[in-house]
């Protein structure tokens, strides 16, 4: 059984590790600064599980086969992805740098925004980086355009392939369904989650 280790234990980590106990994933940990927080998810995910230790809260980060990075500052409606970067460029590059020392060969997916940017700040210390964004982008865009649409470019900065005139005047409608979702609810968290879930599940037959 792969260790799972979700660094970061907030909305997008919580509800990564409960899409993963879903999906029939044991062996989950979960490392956040907030250690009681941790602890206090990992328990609430062990009663989903039915299981005693399914999840687990480590505090301090330990050896892993795949590591999930959901830490940093969340996103807000008047915000780009990109003017989170230098703060959780700062979070992240340590993270990446104590992966390096523990697993070398571990697998690292990446959900902390603007996720290709510190994918590749991932890569100047691993060589197995998983970015997401990429299937829940093209989940938002079928709803958005009501086709599957071939996806370009980056989270931050994603372009369509393939429009059509009446088409790319909704461009405007998915470029602000992120900052829609958290002007109502907070944050965004389940797609993410779902597509983290569906990423780990790959890794894992590949394995």
């Known amino acids: 059984m792969k260790t799972i280790c979700i660094i970061g234990a907030g909305r997008v980590g919580a509800s990564a590790a409960f899409a993963l106990v879903l999906k029939g994933f044991r062996n989950i940990h979960l490392y956040d600064i907030d250690q009681k927080r941790a602890q206090g998810e990992a328990m609430d995910l062990c009663d989903v599980a039915g299981e005693a230790g399914a999840v687990e809260a ?3 980060l330990k050896k892993a086969d795949i590591y999930v990075m ?3 500052r969340p996103r807000t409606a008047d915000m780009s ?7 959780n460029a700062k979070i992240s590059e340590p993270v990446f740098r104590r992966i390096a ?3 070398p ?6 959900a902390t925004n603007p996720s290709d940017e510190i994918a590749d700040i991932a890569k100047k210390y691993l060589k197995n980086i ?8 093209s989940k938002r865009a079928r709803i958005v355009f009501g086709r599957p649409i071939r996806l370009a470019g980056t989270h931050s900065n994603r372009q369509f392939e393939g429009l059509t005139k009446e088409e790319e005047k909704l461009v405007s409608k998915y470029n602000g369904r992120a900052a829609e979702i958290i002007s109502l609810k907070g944050c965004t968290q389940w797609g993410v989650a779902s597509e983290i879930a569906e990423l780990v599940g790959k890794l894992v037959k590949r394995k």
Do not use: C, Q, T, Y
């Not at 990109?82 to 703060?87: S, V």
């Not at 060969?105 to 990446?110: N, S």
């Open 81 to 87: 992805r990109l003017d989170l970067l230098e703060f």
């Open 101 to 103: 020392e523990l697993n």
């Open 70 to 72: 959901a830490a940093g």
């Open 130 to 137: 998983v970015v997401s964004a990429f299937i829940n982008d």
């Open 58 to 60: 480590w505090d301090e």
């Open 105 to 110: 060969a571990a697998h690292v997916i990446v």
